[in-house]
């Protein structure tokens, strides 16, 4: 991910903590400093927060390992201010396996807690007694342990994008299509969003803001699976186009520039004497112009790491493909033959005609 620093990789996959990191830091920081709290409470703060990250990145984790007991594999995790984003290659469509993989990032926190839970025994003065805004040696672990709760908790809301999200369509799978189970899971979500944000107004801006997100999740799940199930049963050859513009490396940015004026094509695909070369977008033609890469060849512009399609694989899957490697163009083959072109446009067009089919 871009503007992120590596931590290193565990168990083979890169964690990455996102710049913006320093801000939230930063910020606590800031807002102890006004308050007058001395640089002993100060660390206490900070290391809270990097202890909690750390559990975050061990929930990710959980997700991750869960993911790979079914062969999925996972790209990076990225710790945002906001928490963390394991990037998974697909999400499991199987009810079972999409179940264990959105309950092991909570279970991860549960068993965080239960572990500090035994280490401090608590008592109900002691929980009654702590103060977050407060931390030291005497209640750190007791803060984590609650904060532990508190995250698998709020993961497990019901609402997608949440986990809980995808718990609850995993056991609406077991009884429904998965697109209807989608369709379900994304109202009921919406409705708890709702809640949110209707209960936020009154109380706490917070969960307003928690609301429209969950809200904005739960439409671009439900459309996503909607979408998926007008592709199911259709192969890369039905909505792939065989006529499609090519470009030698050789020839020139402006050369390329010309042809996205001259056609309607946004994507071209970069051909020369040994096969597909690379693509190139209409982005990446725009970047190249403006560093002043006109003469330059295509060659210096292009993406060399693009999806290889087969033009009898499904069509459903393939779409999936490019959209969690987010490539918006892809050549497609037939065995080791180009045989035509993929782009997202040309996918949103074949989607329209099936819903307007559908109707
Ligand atoms: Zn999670």
Known sequence: MKNSLSLGRVAGIQIFVHWTFLILIGWIVYINLKQGMSAIDILWSVLFILTLFACVTFHELGHALAAKRYHIITRNITLLPIGGLAQLESIPEKPKEELVVAFAGPLVNIIIAAVLFVIIQPNPEMIQSMDLSKLSHHNFLLSLMVVNIWLAVFNLIPAFPM??????????????????????????????????IFIGFFYNPFLVFIGIFIFLGAQAEAQFAEAKSLLKGFT???????????LKPTDTIDHSSDLLLASQNRNFIVVDESGVAGTLSRDEIIKALREGKGSHPVSDAMSREFLKLESSHSLEETWTKMQTTRKTAAPVFSGTELVGMMDTENVAEFLMISEARKK
């Open 163 to 196: 986990d809980g999200g995808r718990v609850f369509r995993a056991l609406l799978s077991f009884k429904f299509e998965r697109h209807v189970a989608t369709r379900i899971a994304a109202s009921v979500g919406q409705l708890v969003a709702i809640a949110f």
């Open 236 to 246: 890369v050859a039905d909505a792939m186009m065989r006529e499609f513009p090519t």
